[in-house]
T-cell receptor, first 116, second 112 residues
Framework: GAVVSQHPSRVICKSGTSVKIECRSL??????MFWYRQFPKKSLMLMAT?????????EQGVEKDKFLINHASLTLSTLTVTSAHPEDSSFYIC????????????FGPGTRLTVL | LAKTTQPISMDSYEGQEVNITCSHN???????ITWYQQFPSQGPRFIIQ???TKVTNEVASLFIPADRKSSTLSLPRVSLSDTAVYYC?????????????FGKGTKLSVIP
């Protein structure tokens, strides 16, 4: 199957700082990528849809000025958590559709963010 | 987006066959059914996908009745390493929209 990577795998930062998370499709191109957030023992919640060449689409309740998304190329999307606070601590996961006509999406390994 | 309903949890002994059923009464004509497996602190891993009838791969089988309002993931002879959360999702790529909505998933615990 297709491979999606994320970097870093885990990050610890101080409150008030910004953190950038990268999502890359390694062996396929993705004009669309998705960002999810997952709290402990909960399901994945879609945060936003990253679109190459245009603005991201955010789900209701997700602050676009706090979670900046940039889809710089057909293989890279970045999520920047600005002015992070402890409540932003979570597991962030990206995904990208294989683009082969069905909804087979491939997920990255996730990034564990801890804000102190 | 079709909503899915799965059992919250299931237990099974090693070596047994496990069947997890998912209900998706509002599935649309163009929707595919996809199952993912997730281990703690990892991203979901694709298991199997189907549209109708039966699909089988090296790790699982997917049974979909004619009305497509439900589907059953079958894991043959589970082992301890199959302990994970399993998600059933429905969606389609019509008009370039690949958005998927995750339900609560089924937490499978395999017991020695």
């Amino acid at each position: 199957g297709a491979v999606v990577s994320q970097h870093p795998s885990r990050v610890i930062c101080k409150s008030g700082t910004s953190v950038k998370i990268e999502c890359r499709s390694l062996d396929f191109q993705a004009t669309t990528m998705f960002w999810y957030r997952q709290f402990p023992k909960k399901s994945l919640m879609l945060m936003a849809t990253s679109n190459e060449g245009s603005k991201a689409t955010y789900e209701q309740g997700v602050e676009k000025d706090k979670f900046l998304i940039n889809h710089a190329s057909l293989t890279l999307s970045t999520l920047t958590v600005t002015s992070a606070h402890p409540e932003d601590s979570s597991f962030y996961i990206c995904s990208a559709p294989s683009g082969r006509g069905t909804d087979t999406q491939y997920f990255g390994p996730g990034t564990r963010l801890t804000v102190l | 987006l079709a909503k899915t309903t799965q059992p919250i949890s299931m237990d099974s002994y090693e070596g047994q066959e496990v069947n997890i059923t998912c209900s998706h009464n509002n599935i649309a004509t163009n929707d595919y059914i996809t199952w993912y497996q997730q281990f703690p602190s990892q991203g979901p891993r694709f298991i199997i996908q189907g549209y109708k009838t039966k699909v089988t791969n090296e790790v699982a089988s997917l049974f979909i009745p004619a009305d497509r309002k439900s589907s059953t993931l079958s894991l043959p002879r589970v082992s301890l390493s199959d302990t994970a959360v399993y998600y059933c999702l429905v969606g389609n790529s019509g008009a370039g929209s690949y958005q998927l909505t995750f339900g609560k998933g089924t937490k499978l615990s395999v017991i020695p």
